[in-house]
């Protein structure tokens, strides 16, 4: 199971480092408007248009691998075994030593008891 985890982390983490890195190469919305006046802007590897198809196609299954491991994290971490308790159940569970006799837990004193008399 350990494996498991480690492997869906590690997608995760390659997932969400290449969407950071895909996300920084685009181009924002206003870069469009630059290359329509001759900045020289348009002239990439894939054309004008073709790249921005390209790395938003790709941005959206990185995303959506991203989210799956996200979702497959949560899942594994939320799984438990039935019959394991807390700490502090298993401890008041633990029998007392042998010749030692079995105390009553002492019971607090209310709260009127510890206010102190005048």
């Known amino acids: 199971m350990n494996i498991v985890l ?7 983490m390659l997932a ?5 890195g895909l996300i920084l190469v685009q181009h924002g919305k206003g870069a469009d408007m630059g290359a329509a006046f001759g900045s020289g802007g348009s002239g990439s590897l894939f054309g004008a248009s073709g790249s921005a198809n390209f790395l938003s196609r790709t941005t959206a299954v990185l995303a959506t691998i991203f989210f799956i491991a996200t ?3 949560a899942y594994f ?16 569970a633990v029998a007392p030593l042998a010749g030692e006799a079995a105390s009553a837990p002492a019971v607090p004193a209310s709260g009127a008891a510890q206010i102190p008399a005048k």
């Open 71 to 73: 979702l497959a994290l």
């Open 16 to 20: 969400a480092l290449s969407m950071i």
């Open 6 to 12: 480690t492997i869906i982390l590690t997608v995760q």
């Open 77 to 92: 971490g939320n799984l438990r075994p039935v019959s394991s308790g807390s700490v502090l159940e298993g401890a008041a």
